[in-house]
């Protein structure tokens, strides 16, 4: 498959090269959420919240890893994974700018009319980047998201990187704290002291397991 796949006549959208290139990007997005765990406090400068570090999981992914790109984000080391094929000449095709902010698909000339644009928050991340695919958390895959909806008019949505039976999240800043990368296992969230935060049914605060639209297979 060509790194654009067909959405119809005159429309297309972002892809990866196949089944095998989807497979290498859950990896390394997986990856990247629990490399970012082992290195905090020394986060990179845009993972101040858990939109942040989504963004930073999501579009590191796409790119080529070596050691050039390694010094750049900051991180050791580079495990032994392929690249996802097509993923760094979407990165390209687009800027950078991989993240879509408004409704649609994409259209050429769309990476120069702003929708799409290096950043995006959680809510404009559900709605526009991913899909929802379980309300179960059993039914997440590496890489996959959990999307939250709180009473918080200052920041109302929430999200979560899935890796291997865990979550790996942002806390947020609060006050004069800058908050944290966290990581809990499956079960620890299905038990967290705050309801609000339990992957149940019940809990109307929590809205399923979402997955990137790019990621078609499933």
């Known amino acids: 498959m060509m790194p654009w796949a067909a959405a119809g006549q005159g429309a297309w959208r972002p892809g990866l090269d196949g089944a095998a290139a989807e497979k290498a990007f859950r990896r390394w997005a997986a990856w990247l959420a629990e490399a970012l765990y082992a290195v905090q406090p020394d986060l990179p400068d845009d993972v101040k919240d858990c939109s942040g570090l989504v963004r930073f999981c999501y579009r590191e992914a796409l790119r080529r890893h070596d050691r050039e790109w390694a010094e750049q984000v900051g991180l050791d080391g580079i495990p032994a ?3 996802a094929a097509g993923g760094a000449r979407i990165h390209a095709l687009l800027g950078g700018a991989v993240f879509r902010v408004k409704p649609g698909e994409y259209r050429p000339g769309d990476e120069r009319n702003g929708s799409y644009r290096h950043f995006a928050d959680a809510g404009h991340l559900m709605r526009f980047n991913c899909r929802r695919v379980a309300g179960e958390i059993e039914s997440a895959r590496a890489a996959d998201l959990l999307f939250y909806r709180q009473l918080e008019p200052r920041q109302p949505f929430h999200s979560m990187v899935v890796t291997e039976g865990r979550v790996v999240y942002h806390t947020g800043p609060e006050g004069g704290w800058a908050g944290e990368v966290r990581r809990l296992e499956f079960d620890e969230l299905r038990r967290h002291r705050q309801a609000k935060w339990r992957p149940v049914w019940g ?11 790019i990621l078609e297979r499933g």
């Open 81 to 83: 994974m392929p690249d």
């Open 203 to 213: 809990n109307p605060n929590y809205l399923g397991v979402f997955r990137w639209k």
